[in-house]
């Protein structure tokens, strides 16, 4: 089965796995010291920011449903929401998008509150000289992945669990043993990671033989070279071959893939 955010345009899968990888620097930067509690609340409140411009860039408003909106009547319709707008008036438009699409002017936006109660403070951190707590930090976190998770669901449908930078893999063979390495190693499984992935390097290959400038050369010295690597692969998870000074750079970029802490830490809520 094909991961659905394939079916999304490209610059806006880039941009959810850039803001997505800012929430990920900011977990980076809250290392107990005073500037590094302080970065990571505004690289949250960056990412928060990215992904409601890019959310609202791709949303249709006719007019201002209901009520409750964070910036004056007036205002709104003077300066409409854009790319350029301060958070709370983004804000507004995607709530006004929400009601629309909804048929209910009651509705509110999913962390839409968490939202704003971030940026009010990135903004005391950033302009006021705010020390944020590991409390604020936490709590900075917390407003900011449930944003993003409530864009993604509620804006494109999908599970945060699944996105991932294999989804700008090409190549489909290529990226489906890719997910399933993926899988496998946030299970623990390396074994099924590493034959995944020797999978995965195999359509690389295959690929590159039916592309290659090259016509003359024959293809079956890409597979053989590509099952050189699946055996080698299958022998590292298996304890029969180790890495070492011969070991090409291939092979080590390939095998250490599924070993990113970043990738165990993003996905430690998710269930397959």
Not at 190 to 218: I, N, Q, T
Request: proline residues 5%; aromatic residues 6%.
């Amino acid at each position: 089965m094909e991961d659905p955010f394939t079916q999304m345009k490209p610059e806006t899968l880039t941009t959810l796995l850039i803001a997505e990888g800012m929430l990920r620097r900011g977990d980076d930067a809250a290392d107990s010291t005073d500037p590094g509690h302080a970065s990571a609340v505004i690289l949250y409140d960056l990412a928060v920011e990215t992904v409601a411009k890019l959310a609202l860039g791709e949303q249709e408003r006719q007019g201002w449903p209901g009520t409750d909106y964070l910036v004056s009547k007036q205002n709104r319709n003077a300066n409409p929401p854009g790319s350029t707008s301060a958070l709370p008036s983004v804000l507004d438009g995607l709530l006004a998008a929400h009601r629309e699409r909804h048929d209910d002017p009651g509705l509110s936006f999913p962390q839409r509150d968490a939202a704003r109660d971030l940026h009010a403070f990135r903004n005391l951190v950033q302009h006021q000289y705010r020390v944020p707590s590991a409390i604020d930090v936490q709590r900075s976190r917390v407003h900011a992945r449930d944003f993003f998770e409530a864009i993604l669901s509620e804006i494109y449908g999908m599970d945060p669990c699944e996105l991932s930078r294999r989804l700008l893999i090409a190549n489909k063979h290529v990226r489906r043993h890719v997910s399933r390495a993926e899988k496998a190693a946030l299970t623990t499984d390396f074994v099924e990671a590493l034959d995944a992935l020797g999978e995965a390097h195999y359509w690389l290959m295959d690929e590159f033989a039916k592309k290659s400038a090259y016509l003359d050369a024959p293809r079956t010295g890409a597979h053989d070279r590509a099952k050189e690597h699946i055996a080698w692969l299958q022998g590292v998870s298996h304890g029969v071959a180790t890495f070492g000074p011969s070991a090409d750079d291939d092979q080590l970029v390939i095998a250490t893939m599924i070993d990113r802490r970043e990738s165990r830490e993003r996905y430690e809520d998710c269930r397959y």
